[in-house]
């Protein structure tokens, strides 16, 4: 049953490599990462002496480190890509390449194989795009609206594609917001929870009243492992956390969380094409006996524990990194 995961250094990666890891201790599992900016071979520190386990140094979008890894593999969860929409509004070219042709690459490769039983194509709930009321549903259309979405529609649809006309095994997952550790701080609630640490500003977007459905990561985790045994080829499955929460609200709890006041809250320029609420209906994976386990109240207090806990693993991330200053900067403007 050897796996394949891709992006196996980043966030969600990282945490599913730990989870098979534990679920499935004789699957040998190997991991395929290009080590971004986003990328820490740390965040697999644990896995080090685990039988079976194999990290590799590759690119999604290199035939040959594809086709190395994927060689014996039963199973292989798709989850490299560039994956920050805000750098996607200055660098689109970087999501189409990495997203849409590297997972034509993986599919080009699974093709050939003669061992695989089921390809993941992680996608996310910013595929429907910006739901005003009612929560998405798998056979709704598609409608992203920022180069992000819209290079993971491509890829969704593609993998889709390898199913309806190679008869590939694939199936396809769009999850809501992840929170949890090891999360690179620059999405929102890492950002904030490190900034506040440190009495910096945190920079809220708009009026604040734009809202994410919060999915713990294990509950995440549990799903995609799951699927690869139960879920059916040539389907899509909504994974979401229940927890609809709008940004200032998530803002105020995590101050109070960290135990800073609210006027750290500062109000910056919208973010471009902002949608304004992403909501999943999820009934397709709770009738095959899946539900989020971890609440929110716990899972963000345990998040703000865990970056409390462990400043060795964010200060360098943020501090002295060209990747996180570059950005901060040119995204923020100073
Ligand atoms: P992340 O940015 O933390 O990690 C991405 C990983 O992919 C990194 O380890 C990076 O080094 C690797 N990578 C990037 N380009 C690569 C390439 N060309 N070849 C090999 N590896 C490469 O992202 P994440 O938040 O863990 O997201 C993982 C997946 O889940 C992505 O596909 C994302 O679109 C999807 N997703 C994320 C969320 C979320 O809230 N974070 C929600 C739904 C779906
Ligand atoms: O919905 C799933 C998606 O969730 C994933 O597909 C993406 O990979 C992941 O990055 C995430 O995208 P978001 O854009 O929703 O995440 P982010 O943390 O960047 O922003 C969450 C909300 O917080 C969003 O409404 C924008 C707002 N925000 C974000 C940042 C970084 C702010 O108000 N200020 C900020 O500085």
Request: a negative charge; hydrophobic letters at 35%; one cysteine or more.
């Amino acid at each position: 049953m050897k796996t394949l995961v891709t992006g196996g250094a980043g966030f969600i990666g990282s945490n599913f490599v730990r989870h098979l890891a534990r679920t499935h201790p004789d699957w040998p599992i190997v991991v395929l990462d290009k080590l971004t900016y986003a990328g820490r071979r740390e965040n697999l520190q644990d896995l080090e002496g685990h039988p079976g386990f194999e990290f590799v140094q590759g690119d999604i979008t290199d035939p040959q480190a594809v086709a190395r890894t994927m060689d014996g593999c039963a199973y292989v969860v798709n989850f490299a890509a560039e994956t920050h929409v805000d750098r996607s509004l200055y660098d689109a070219g970087s999501f189409i390449h990495t997203d849409v042709h590297g997972t034509f690459v993986l599919l080009e490769e699974a093709r050939r194989s003669r061992t695989l039983r089921t390809f993941v194509q992680i996608s996310t709930d910013e595929v429907y795009g910006s739901v005003p009321t009612g929560s998405s549903r798998e056979t709704d259309p598609l409608m992203p609206r920022n180069p992000y979405s819209a290079s993971k529609a491509g890829a969704d649809r593609l993998a889709y594609s390898y199913w309806a006309t190679y008869g590939l095994p694939v199936l396809v997952t769009r999850a809501s917001n992840n929170y949890g550790s090891h999360q690179f701080p620059e999405k929102i609630i890492p950002l904030f929870v490190t900034h506040a640490i440190d009495d910096i500003p945190v920079p809220l977007y708009g009026d604040g009243l734009n809202v994410r459905d919060w999915l713990h990561v294990d509950d995440h985790c549990r799903a995609v492992e799951m699927l690869l045994t139960q879920g059916a080829p040539g389907e899509t499955y909504n994974v979401g956390g229940g927890n609809e929460v709008p940004n200032i609200e998530l803002t105020k709890r995590i101050l109070a969380l960290v135990g800073k006041p609210e006027s750290l809250i500062q109000p910056v320029t919208d973010r471009m094409g902002h949608d304004r609420r992403y909501s999943l209906d999820c009934s397709k994976l709770r009738a095959m006996g899946w539900s989020p386990q971890v609440p929110f109240e716990r899972g963000l207090a345990e998040t703000v524990e865990w970056y409390r806990a462990h400043p060795e693993w964010w200060r360098p991330l943020k501090e002295a990194n060209p990747a996180f200053r570059e950005h901060y900067q040119r995204h923020y403007r100073g």
